[in-house]
């Protein structure tokens, strides 16, 4: 499957999304007269990042007809081992962040070398991951909060340039680098082809084991990183850290028009995901919706853009065998 042709499919879920925006904006602009105030918008543009860096690792994976359950856990372990390391060990703390991000490549890593080698679910074995990592942050913090004050590793999370978010520009440019990697790269296309038919794409040639596992370890890695800037924006690691974060993005993604059953997806789509649902968190606070509706909102964000998906799938088969 060329990707390019992945992209121009998906134009109108791409508009559609974008009208979608706008019209939530204009609600919540006419609930609140703080919504469209530039602190408001500060606030949501500061914060896309946490959640926008992991999604492109789930794009990835969903591409491939997988799917990662284990990113929150991993964000959570991430900034435990950072802070440990740096504040009972004594190790700097730019090494102990580096040490940190490589964790949470091990674990996906292991994911990949699950699903791949011993041929496991992904699902469940990134839902086994999900429960075992998350353990391993408690068992190392003792279920204690750590305070990380350094002035330099808050400029990760709380740092601007030319009054943009750091964050914000590391997310952007790591959108770049994944979109030229995924559209414009003979490995990018083979993940289409992988999500199309792994078995096809053995025969084609393509060594799937190797992708898989590079996937997945780059979902573990983008998950880490997600990790440091919300310890570096909270000043503070704790093992409950991230909690729901792999549903956040699943539904993000998804949204996005990704489709979990592989083979389709955009990180453009991906991208607006994040910023519709990031906005839509921001408003129903702004509105004061108690948090009981705004996890029933989120829930029913993630049942309609699974069902839009499996609508889309569906769709499409029929248009391949009207045309057969």
């Known amino acids: 499957m060329n990707s390019l042709k992945v992209l121009r499919g998906s134009n109108i879920t791409t508009l559609t999304l974008f009208a ?34 992991p999604a492109i690792g789930m794009t990835l994976v969903l591409i491939t007809g997988g799917v990662d359950i284990s990113v929150g856990s991993v964000a959570a372990l991430t900034g435990v081992v950072t802070s440990l390391l740096w504040l009972q060990y004594g190790i700097p703390l730019g090494i102990s962040a580096l040490i940190g991000l490589l964790s949470g490549g091990l674990v996906g890593f292991i994911n990949g070398s ?7 679910n992904p699902l469940i074995t990134t839902l086994g991951t999900f429960s075992v990592v998350r353990g391993l942050a408690f068992v190392f913090s003792e279920g204690q909060t750590n305070l990380l ?20 520009l590391c997310m952007i440019a790591l959108y770049a680098v994944f979109s030229l990697l995924l559209y414009h790269t003979a490995f990018g296309r083979n993940l289409y082809m992988i999500g199309g038919s792994a078995e096809a794409s053995r025969l084609a040639g393509i060594a799937v084991t190797r992708h898989l596992l590079v996937v997945y370890t780059v979902s573990g890695l983008l998950a880490a990183f997600s990790g440091l800037i919300s310890v570096s924006q909270l000043a503070s690691s704790a093992p409950r850290a991230a909690t729901g974060l792999e549903f956040t993005v699943i539904t993000a ?19 607006v995901g994040v910023i519709i649902l990031r906005t839509l968190d921001n408003g129903l606070v702004l509105i004061q919706v108690s ?18 998906d499996q609508i889309r799938a569906r769709l499409t088969g029929r248009m391949k065998r009207r045309a057969v």
């Open 149 to 168: 004050s350094n002035e330099a590793f808050q400029f990760l999370g709380r740092g601007q340039i030319l009054n943009i978010p750091f964050s914000l």
């Open 114 to 120: 699950l699903v791949t080698l011993l041929k496991i």
């Open 291 to 308: 948090s009981f509706w705004q996890d029933f909102a989120r829930g029913l964000v993630l049942v309609l853009a699974v069902g839009f």
């Open 20 to 53: 979608s925006f706008a019209v939530m904006c204009l609600f919540f602009a006419a609930q609140t007269p703080f919504f469209l105030t530039s602190g408001n918008l500060q606030t949501i543009i500061s914060t896309l990042a946490v959640n926008g860096i």
């Open 253 to 271: 993604v998804v949204l996005g028009g990704t489709s979990m059953a592989g083979g389709k997806g955009t990180l453009i789509g991906t991208l």
